[in-house]
C-alpha cells in the first residue's frame, strides 16, 4: 500500500510540475509574441 501510495503521490507532483511548467511556456510564448510584435511596429515606423 505505501508504494502505490507513494506513486500516486509522485504522479500527481509530476501532473502538477508539468501543468505549471506549460502555464509557464504559454506565457513566455505570448510575451515573446508581443515584444516580436512591439520590433516590427517599430521597424515599421522608421522606414
Not at 500516486?8 to 504559454?26: G, S
Request: proline letters at 0%; charged letters at 45%.
Amino acid at each position: 500500500m505505501a508504494d502505490n501510495y507513494l506513486e500516486e503521490k509522485y504522479e500527481q507532483f509530476l501532473n502538477r510540475k508539468n501543468a505549471e511548467h506549460q502555464a509557464k511556456c504559454k506565457i513566455w510564448k505570448k510575451r515573446l509574441d508581443a515584444y516580436r510584435k512591439k520590433l516590427a511596429e517599430e521597424k515599421f515606423k522608421k522606414i
